[in-house]
């Protein structure tokens, strides 16, 4: 059986793709030294919410998803990120591959609530693996699952993710909205004569929060 360790080296935001992702430089070690002529690798990647402290500010963000810090012994849970495939070329000792991973700004998912929350510091992640380890001898191929205990944890700079989306979305970020939705905030717009879609939810808001203290 291949004995094979992973090791995340380091992120940064994918260049030149047409949609926002991060690129994950990752590290497999073929740990029998046994030449591999190919693996299709298989990564879950999961957010872990408990490796980290959270200031009052990331509480208050994260209320939707976990509820209120009170209750978090019992709510904060891990969430996934991500499923992707990785092919590996042939390599014998080691070998150091690019991971690249899409990232959303659909406020609807949770994995990108959480990281749109977390402004600074890092945030936890484990990198989840299985897959098909192919191998070469004696002019035979033979096949194996890559070992169910292969896995790695990585500390994302919370400024990557945040890099990424700033560069598809300068100053702002996106919300999915149901056409009817769109089609009363436009005319609430006509109708005051309002600017920008920022500036009427602005007004709608500070409305609603005018009731809330009456």
């Not at 939707?64 to 590996?88: N, P």
């Not at 990198?127 to 500390?155: C, H, M, N, Q």
């Not at 005319?187 to 009456?214: C, H, K, P, T």
Request: hydrophobic fraction near 45%; include cysteine.
């Amino acid at each position: 059986m291949t004995m094979l360790a992973a090791t995340v080296l380091g992120a940064q935001p994918s260049a030149r793709t047409a949609s926002p992702g991060i690129t994950f430089r990752l590290r497999l070690e073929n740990v029998d030294a046994a030449r591999i002529h190919a693996m299709v690798l298989r990564c879950q990647t999961r957010l872990e919410p408990r490796g980290r402290r959270y200031t009052q500010d990331e509480q208050e963000r994260l209320f939707e998803l976990f509820g209120d810090a009170s209750q978090w012994d019992r709510t904060l849970h891990g969430l996934t990120w991500a499923q992707s495939t990785l092919a590996v070329p042939a390599f014998e000792r080691r070998i150091e591959i690019d991971l690249p991973l899409a990232c959303t700004y659909d406020l609807e998912v949770a994995s990108a609530k959480y990281l749109h929350a977390i402004r600074d510091g890092d945030v936890p992640l484990v990198f989840l693996f299985s897959g098909t380890v192919f191998k070469v001898a004696d002019a035979r191929l033979s096949i194996e699952p890559v070992p169910w205990d292969v896995e790695t944890s990585y500390r994302l700079p919370a400024g990557v993710w945040h890099s990424t989306m700033d560069h598809f979305f300068p100053g702002g970020g996106w919300v999915r909205l149901q056409r009817e939705t769109i089609d009363r905030l436009q005319a609430f717009r006509g109708r005051n004569a309002v600017v920008s879609w920022d500036d009427a939810i602005g007004r709608l808001l500070q409305a609603a929060g005018a009731e809330e203290l009456a």
